[in-house]
């Protein structure tokens, strides 16, 4: 019998807030209140510290500073860019997966509704991997302007897209390519000089900073228009007062994320290779779905779980879960109170598969082993009443 525990399986979600992080914006919150925009002494302290942080944000992606526009999170990045590529840029196709966030895919489809934007679905495999010469096909079969839009690590079950070579796919064929990095900036080391990424969509609170925060990174002169307008923040890209507290929390989180990488992600990997052994043994008919049990192709912080147990039991699932302390989910935190179920594993999963209970348990430097065996525990005695 096991004691009774706490335990925070949803990192894709979001995750805990360093404590460094913590008290860097205390400070600022507490002495760096003047308004950024204000020419006195008080918002230039708080504009400086803005624009530091934007300095730091671009030298750990190795572009250029002014290529770092501060947003509300990702999914205001998401729809900046998107909403500008066909407003402004004279896209007329749009090139995406049905695995992509709801972010990418509601505006998508709210463009095509407005502006007749043509969308286009690239093949997935068995396991919901990007078909990079279907990709290629699609992109040969007209001359109009087309963006290319696919995650680069799917945010429920992990899969990694090749992100280079799909830039380099984008390039050869005249493409923009935008690309959600929300659950891999902090995590991976990504030098956007060398990728042939237009754009892309950060949020602070995946990589232990503040939520309410993110950045979008849009490639210079990509002639991409502001979607809220007012004053001249963010080099006029984004009007309203900056949050100075959330902005240096991001950088912050950002740089020890960085700092950090290397033994953390060693750490985080051998949780997920326990967990993954432990669940194989206890409960032998138990999947893994997507790419996240391969740990070449599918991030180090997430396993996507489908579980031997009928619809009935199912239902209670969570709910025991959450009893006994575990948190995890049934897939994006942003869509945990739908019951249509995930439109990422309902791209890909046979229909038998699809009627099994599947979870997301994604973890973090925070996590332990003993948290681990203890869920297994939990979710062993679970199936076996």
């Known amino acids: ?33 003047g308004n950024p925009s204000s020419t006195h ?30 947003t509300s999170g990702g999914t205001e990045a998401d729809n900046l860019i998107l909403n500008s590529a066909v407003r402004d840029l004279g896209v007329k196709r749009i090139i995406t997966s049905k695995i992509e966030h709801h972010a990418v895919l509601y505006t998508l489809n709210k463009l095509h509704e407005v502006f ?29 302007k087309t963006l290319v839009s696919l995650m680069h690590v799917n945010n429920e079950v992990g899969n990694l897209l090749d992100i280079k070579k799909t830039g380099e796919i984008c390039k050869a064929h005249d493409a923009l390519f935008h690309s959600d990095t929300v659950q891999s900036i902090g995590h991976y080391e990504l030098d956007l000089s060398q990728i042939k990424v237009d ?33 001249e923040q963010e080099r006029g890209f984004r009007a309203g007062t900056e949050s100075v507290h959330n902005i240096v929390g991001l950088e912050e989180a950002l740089k020890l994320a960085y700092l950090h990488l290397d033994e953390e992600r060693e750490y985080i990997t051998s949780l997920k290779r326990h967990f993954k052994d432990l669940l194989s043994k206890e409960i032998p008919e138990v999947k893994f779905n997507g790419d996240c049990d391969d740990f070449e192709n599918s991030t180090y912080t997430l396993l996507n779980v489908c579980l031997p147990m009928s619809q009935e039991k199912a239902l209670m699932l969570l709910f025991q879960l959450d009893l006994h302390g575990i948190a995890c989910s049934k897939g994006s935190a942003c869509q945990s109170g739908s019951d249509q179920g995930s439109h990422v594993l309902n791209a890909f999963l046979s229909e038998e598969d699809l009627k099994k209970p599947s979870l997301r348990f994604s973890f973090s430097h925070y996590n332990t082993k003993e948290e681990v065996e203890y869920v297994v525990e939990v979710l062993k005695e679970f199936m076996e009443k």
């Open 1 to 33: 019998m096991y004691t009774m525990k706490k335990v925070y399986f949803d990192n894709a979600a979001t995750t805990q807030i360093r404590e460094e992080v913590v008290d860097k914006m205390a400070v600022v919150m507490k002495e760096v209140y």
């Open 41 to 70: 002494a008080f918002g230039r302290s708080a504009k400086t510290l803005i624009e530091q942080a934007r300095k730091s944000v671009a030298k750990i992606l190795n572009v250029a500073a002014s290529e770092i526009i501060f």
């Open 116 to 144: 007749g934007v043509e969308l286009l679905y690239v093949n997935l495999d068995d396991c919901g991997k990007v078909d990079l010469e279907h990709l290629q096909e699609l992109l040969k079969q007209s001359d109009q």
């Open 199 to 231: 754009f892309t969509a950060v949020s602070a609170h995946k990589f232990h900073g503040p939520k309410g925060v993110g950045f979008a990174y849009i490639r210079k002169n990509s002639g991409l228009q502001p979607l809220i307008f007012g004053g």
